[in-house]
């Protein structure tokens, strides 16, 4: 049982390495590797999954409808629901889910973000999918500007209000 482990343990950190290789060579993988949370496999399967064809999404709304994280609103009368997207790419969804997980210990931004819904009322599930809505969206901008991430560009500092 060990050897096997030992094997299979081997296996995957040579194809770590490979797909190390691989993203690397991508012309967006600087820009994905800047934005927080998002390392080698994961910020790969991002990029699988949405692709990289910069003309796919002709917004930010668009991306994150496709990744599933810009929620639905339901109006009818007195009531209105907010509630997450069933139309969507799962398995972008799923990275997308975990992008916004790890962010939060890298990124202050995104802790003060994921800190104000739960404050709100918002359940851990539904502030991480807020989360991941915004980062969602500063990927894309990010993308079409052609530029890094920046953590004072992407969370400004709040403003005071006066007194």
């Known amino acids: 049982m060990v050897r096997v482990i030992a094997g299979l343990h081997r296996e995957t950190l040579r194809l770590e390495a490979e797909l190390r290789a691989r993203f690397e060579e991508h012309p967006d993988a600087e820009i994905l590797r800047s934005l927080p949370g998002l390392g080698v496999v994961l910020g790969a399967r991002v990029l699988a999954e949405f692709g990289d064809d910069p003309t796919r999404y002709r917004d930010a709304r668009a991306r994150r409808c496709y990744a599933g994280s810009a929620p639905v609103t339901r109006a009818s009368g007195s009531r209105l629901v907010v509630i997450a997207r069933v139309a969507r790419n799962r398995r972008l969804a799923d990275a997308c889910y975990w992008w916004a997980f790890s962010a939060l210990s890298s990124s202050p931004g995104a802790r003060r973000h994921y800190d104000r819904h739960r404050a709100s009322g918002s ?16 990927l894309h901008g990010c993308l079409r500007h052609r530029q890094p991430y920046r953590e004072e560009v992407a969370w400004p500092a709040p403003i005071e209000t006066a007194a």
């Open 123 to 138: 359940t851990h599930h539904q502030a991480l999918r807020a989360l991941a809505n915004r980062l969602v969206g500063i």
